[in-house]
């Protein structure tokens, strides 16, 4: 049993494969270009008031989401138009086109993440859906509050990238040798949770909401939450924790 693991689920899981590509300019420009369509036309759409535009940018289950997260709400666009209200009253606005053009872009198969440079905003996911490229559930413009902007006030830095993880890389290989089977959630929920990951002086933390990934899916690949943070000095460890954990 690989020890030092606190987990929300009851085992550590196996690996599981796929590993995402830091888009570079080349292979991969055609779904890069439609990702960041999808976010300017977002970023258009609630601009001007067009949300009915904005849901038709938003997976169903995304859709679903951003109305079971607003009480009374009938439908996505009246839902979404709540949402943002609350959240431009919270002082949390949209990226703009500019932000956009300049964000990292990360790819991992049918999902995406676009990483703000300034940081003002969570990163924004999206998924690949028949051809489409469309935001993600659990994604910040889907009403789901990130816990990346807290936890980074907190003193953790943020993951993004297989390669922001790859400290971890022996713990990885200690629990596929302990064959350990992956867990699955119970009963997940559109509010999540988060799990953490204690091994060698370091600490790993993310965030999941609909569907829960396991600890070796995440520190493979980043996108498949909502929030990845970590901490490698062990003197910072416990102090970091403690305050990220009023996120």
Same mark, same amino acid.
């Given at each position: ?28 420009? =055609?779904?890069?270009?439609q ?38 709400a ?28 300049i ?7 049918d ?7 300034? *940081? ?15 935001v993600?559930?659990? =994604?910040?413009a ?36 302990? *064959? ?26 993310y ?37 990220? =954990?009023?996120?």
């Amino acid at each position: 049993m690989v020890t030092g693991v606190v987990r929300a689920a009851a085992s550590l899981p196996a690996l599981t494969a796929g590993v995402a590509v830091l888009v570079a300019g080349c292979g991969r420009a =055609s779904d890069e270009q439609q990702v960041r369509d999808t976010a300017r036309e977002l970023t258009r759409a609630i601009a001007t008031g067009d949300y009915e535009r904005a849901c038709e940018l938003f997976s169903l289950e995304a859709q679903a989401q951003v109305e079971t997260a607003t009480a009374g709400a009938h439908g996505c666009a009246f839902a979404l138009r709540r949402s943002r209200e609350r959240a431009t009253a919270a002082g949390a606005g949209m990226p703009t086109v500019r932000d956009i053009d300049i964000a990292t872009l990360v790819l991992s198969g049918d999902r995406a993440i676009l990483s703000w440079t300034s *940081g003002a905003h969570d990163p924004q996911r999206f998924e690949k859906h028949s051809g489409r490229w469309l935001v993600a559930a659990d =994604s910040p413009a889907s009403g789901q509050r990130s816990a990346a902007t807290c936890w980074r006030r907190a003193g953790a830095s943020i993951a993004t990238t297989p390669g922001d993880l790859r400290f971890a890389a022996p713990f990885l290989e200690r629990a596929r040798e302990a *064959g350990e089977a992956p867990s699955a959630a119970t009963d997940p929920t559109a509010d999540g949770g988060v799990n953490y990951v204690y091994a060698d002086g370091w600490v790993i933390f993310y965030q999941y909401g609909i569907h829960e990934p396991t600890n070796s899916e995440v520190i493979r690949d980043p996108t498949l939450a909502i929030a990845v943070a970590y901490v490698r000095d062990p003197r910072r460890v416990q102090a970091v924790v403690t305050r990220a =954990s009023d996120c």
